[in-house]
């Protein structure tokens, strides 16, 4: 009887470690996020994240991030511009109604780590690389886009004044899911 049991605990308490370490590298991200764009012209925040986190220091090649930034969440602090950005001429919300990330990779760096993937953005999907950091259960990071690239807005009228390179603040604090 004992030579059955011995094995078999052992193997149960594998198993059931093998689910403990996979829950705890799972995040769902908590209040207090934000995604801040900022440029000379326009500047502001994307208020709607959602998204699935799979992250664990010790095991990259395991490390996951899907993102999705309702496009209608725009706040520049001003609300004709906020509609002016869903219209067509620049997002256009309704046929485009989310960004979104989507990792492929993750890496550790000097001073921290990165992740490549691809940006949807206006229809357009580019592959991207974002540097980011991972303390106190937050994710930070920063990065730029030139809006260009993926077809938001043009260099025509007034739309010629607006800058083309957009840096991204990312703070996303997380608790383990």
């Known amino acids: 009887m004992k030579r059955i049991f011995f094995p078999m605990a052992i193997a149960a308490t594998m198993l059931f470690s093998a689910f403990t370490t996979f829950s705890s ?11 801040k764009f900022t440029s000379p012209d326009p500047s502001g925040a994307f208020t709607s994240v959602k998204g699935d986190i799979s992250f664990d220091e010790k095991d990259l090649a395991s490390a996951k991030f899907n993102i999705t930034i309702d496009v209608n969440s725009i706040a520049t602090g001003n609300g004709m511009k906020n509609m002016k950005a869903k219209n067509e001429t ?17 890496t550790k760096t000097a001073s921290g780590y990165e992740t490549a ?50 840096k991204i603040d990312v703070s996303v604090p997380v608790t383990k899911g």
């Open 90 to 106: 620049w997002f256009n919300a309704d046929k485009y109604p989310t960004i979104t990330f989507v990792s492929s990779k993750v």
């Open 117 to 166: 993937g691809a940006l949807t953005m206006h229809g357009v999907t580019k592959q991207i690389t974002i540097p980011f950091t991972f303390a106190n259960n937050t994710f930070t990071g920063s990065f730029s886009v030139n809006r260009m690239d993926y077809g938001v807005g043009n260099d025509e009228g007034m739309n010629a004044h607006a800058s083309n390179d957009l």
């Open 25 to 35: 590298m799972n995040w769902k991200i908590a209040s207090g996020y934000s995604v």
